[in-house]
């Protein structure tokens, strides 16, 4: 189900695999492993393929939104990732940080794939 979510995140963009590879720094046979469930990403993988695509992780529980941490390691710089669309989310902060002790991020993406799942 994560290759399947994968794959429309992209597709959403117009992203061939390699340029989303070019972008997030993961590479295509990798980026394809993900797409086919035959590799399952990690939590910071996925987040940082989403955030490749101009996306946000987050998890959603009802009225309760917890917006996953973007990455900030440096990994691209701004002129590559994707315009935001008209019908993009506002840009808000997130509720979780780089301060959140690293076990409630690990269980809140958890819930994120958890809840992807049919």
Known sequence: MVG???CAVRNS????????AEISGIS???ISAIERDRRRPSADTLNR??????Y????VAGEQVV???LPRAGWFPDEDLPARLPGDPPEE????????PEALR????TDVLDAARP
């Open 49 to 54: 393929l989403v955030v490749s695509c101009g």
């Open 67 to 69: 917006a996953c941490p």
């Open 106 to 109: 690990a269980r809140i993406v």
């Open 13 to 20: 963009r117009g992203l061939s695999q390699q340029a989303l």
């Open 28 to 30: 295509q046979p990798n």
């Open 93 to 100: 902060e997130p509720v979780v940080t780089p301060s959140t």
């Open 56 to 59: 946000q992780l987050a998890a």
């Open 4 to 6: 399947a979510f994968l």
